[in-house]
């Protein structure tokens, strides 16, 4: 006789694979950010000038 606990199965397997893309793409943007951080200098409200003068 069927127990229904497939379906149950099944959708928890969805749910923790739904929520291991989410940690990925958290952890993703968190480290373009931090690389952005390196790559921009902070200037503490002084104007950044770009290019040639």
Do not use: D, S, W
Request: cysteine-free.
């Amino acid at each position: 006789m069927y127990t229904g606990t497939f379906i149950r199965e099944l959708i928890a397997t969805v749910e923790r694979a739904e929520q291991g893309v989410l940690r990925k793409r958290i952890a993703e943007e968190t480290e373009l950010r931090r690389m952005f951080e390196l790559q921009v200098p902070e200037t503490q409200g002084e104007p950044i000038f770009a290019g040639a003068a």
